[in-house]
């Protein structure tokens, strides 16, 4: 009875969790707590029917971009991520993100050019700072 409760009480607090962050809207300046990944183009990470195009048709082989899930993070969101030079945009998505998305988790999926860099990135909790939200998605 014990562990049922606590299941209760857990399924319960994530799904406010989970509506609190759908209903935040992002601005530029922003800097939030999120789960990081890394992945590459190749077929381990995509599959074997990967194509090297983004979920936003941008070519995937150029790594300037993250995949993330769209109902937190809007496309072509600009992001500064720590220990990452370059600014990225948002412009794809994965299963993954969408999934962590239902629990209220940013997380995004960190694009690299090698399956080894991707591997080596391997999981980080980064405070991420939004530099810039898409005109119509604030």
């Given at each position: 009875?014990?562990?049922?409760?606590?299941?209760?009480?857990?399924?319960?607090?994530?799904?406010?969790?989970?509506?609190?962050?759908?209903?935040?809207?992002?601005?530029?300046?922003?800097?939030?707590?999120?789960?990081?990944?890394?992945?590459?183009?190749?077929?381990?990470c995509c599959g074997?029917?990967?194509?090297?195009?983004?979920?936003?048709?941008?070519?995937?082989?150029?790594?300037?971009?993250?995949?993330?899930?769209?109902?937190?993070?809007?496309?072509?969101?600009?992001?500064?991520?720590?220990?990452?030079?370059?600014?990225?945009?948002?412009?794809?998505?994965?299963?993954?993100?969408?999934?962590?998305?239902?629990?209220?988790?940013?997380?995004?999926?960190?694009?690299?050019?090698?399956?080894?860099?991707?591997?080596?990135?391997?999981?980080?909790?980064?405070?991420?700072?939004?530099?810039?939200?898409?005109?119509?998605?604030?």
């Amino acid at each position: 009875i014990l562990i049922t409760l606590f299941v209760v009480v857990l399924v319960i607090a994530l799904a406010g969790h989970a509506r609190a962050a759908e209903s935040q809207v992002l601005k530029a300046g922003d800097v939030i707590r999120m789960k990081v990944t890394a992945y590459c183009p190749c077929g381990i990470c995509c599959g074997p029917n990967a194509k090297g195009i983004t979920s936003k048709g941008d070519d995937a082989w150029v790594c300037d971009g993250v995949a993330v899930a769209p109902t937190l993070i809007p496309y072509r969101t600009r992001l500064q991520i720590p220990g990452i030079r370059d600014i990225k945009e948002a412009d794809d998505t994965g299963g993954a993100m969408r999934q962590d998305a239902k629990h209220g988790i940013y997380h995004i999926d960190l694009r690299f050019r090698t399956h080894k860099e991707a591997k080596k990135w391997g999981v980080q909790w980064l405070d991420v700072k939004v530099i810039s939200v898409p005109q119509g998605k604030r």
